[in-house]
């Protein structure tokens, strides 16, 4: 819950394909125009490849079907509109004789396209069967009677070298961008909860701090600390008290907004930090992750409470010292007798 969200990604995700589709029909429609021998697929299917581009664009922008059937659907189709195009010169003959037309350009799309809408496995796989499907073009030509014209033989075996390098090449990137984002996750989350670590926690808080200054809007951080979990680990072992933090950490996650982010500051202590956020929602956020915590036992009959502290951001307010208030007001709700919300906000 820390980085950018499902929700946000799903966003720019959709930002990205609704740029990508009417390119894409855009790209039909001029390659029908500008061609000088119009066959009898691009009569056919470049105009229909094109609105249905435009329509998915369309459902899309209203939102009237998912971002998921939306990927899908593109996939499928541009698949399938290079496929039986590849096909159809195969048997006519022209891949033979005259070479690839424009379109096969775009073939290799297909392969990013798969990875960015799809599982890794699930691309992998689609990719693969991509590349075999428009291998057996060849023989299908040749079953047909159909021999290579010696001009035209580099640029096809190109066209499959090049689509076999690209298959390598995103497929290996595609890996490497998984490890990479597990090696990132590892040094950024805390191994115990999976929540985000400390570290990360500064690195957002500073950026927020930023935004927060530069666009005015209010921002608050919440640091809590569960009530005498000394005793939880004495008396249950610490293997029930990892438990316990674990089950903390789903709690708490669960009771958050879409935009605050939930941190394992260190041991027993977390900080959540609330973008647009004043010092009375703060208090509101407080109170429910206090109920969160409160209404049911963690383990068996084991039941934990916390002590939360809240501030606001300030003009001029560094990581540490917005923190420090919050942990400071913290305190002073142990001081209270714990299981408490304390505010502070300026000065202080």
Not at 52 to 73: D, K, Y
Not at 93 to 112: E, H, I, N
Not at 142 to 150: E, I, Q, T
Request: with cysteine; hydrophobic share 50%.
């Amino acid at each position: 819950m820390f980085g950018l969200s499902t929700h946000t990604l799903e966003n720019h995700r959709r930002r990205i394909i609704l740029i990508m589709m009417p390119v894409g029909a855009l790209a039909c429609l001029l390659g029908r125009e500008l061609s000088h021998q119009l066959n009898l697929f691009d009569l056919v299917f470049e105009p229909l490849l094109a609105a249905l581009l435009g329509l998915l664009t369309l459902l899309m922008g209203f939102r009237w079907v998912s971002l998921r059937f939306v990927e899908a659907g593109l996939v499928c189709i541009v698949a399938l509109y290079q496929l039986l195009g590849l096909a159809y010169f195969s048997v006519k003959g022209d891949l033979f004789q005259v070479g690839l037309s424009a379109t096969a350009m775009w073939f290799p799309v297909l392969y990013a396209l798969a990875y960015l809408v799809m599982s890794p496995g699930g691309a992998a796989a689609f990719s693969l069967g991509y590349f075999i499907l428009a291998l057996l073009a060849l023989p299908l030509g040749w079953a047909f009677g159909h021999r290579f014209n010696g001009s035209v033989v580099n640029s096809v075996v190109q066209f499959y070298l090049v689509n076999l390098v690209y298959l390598a090449l995103i497929g290996f990137y595609a890996r490497y961008q998984r490890e990479h984002d597990r090696l990132k996750r590892l040094a950024h989350s805390d191994p115990l909860t999976g929540l985000a670590n400390r570290r990360r926690a500064e690195e957002l808080i500073a950026l927020e701090l930023i935004r927060s200054t530069r666009y005015g809007q209010p921002f608050s951080v919440l640091v809590l600390d569960l009530d005498h979990f000394k005793q939880v680990n004495d008396r249950y072992g610490h293997a029930v008290g990892d438990q316990v933090l674990r089950e903390v950490g789903f709690r708490l996650s669960k009771a958050l907004r879409e935009s605050d982010v939930l941190a394992r500051w260190g041991g027993e202590e977390f900080l959540v930090f609330a973008p647009n956020t004043d010092l009375q929602q703060a208090q509101a956020l407080a109170e429910r992750l206090s109920q969160a915590l409160s209404s049911k036992a963690l383990w068996n009959d084991l039941t934990v409470s916390a002590s939360i502290g809240v501030a606001t951001a300030q003009p001029g307010d560094t990581v540490e010292e917005l923190v420090s208030r919050a942990d400071r007001a913290m305190y002073e709700a142990k001081a209270q007798g714990r299981n408490r919300i304390a505010l502070q906000s300026v000065g202080g």
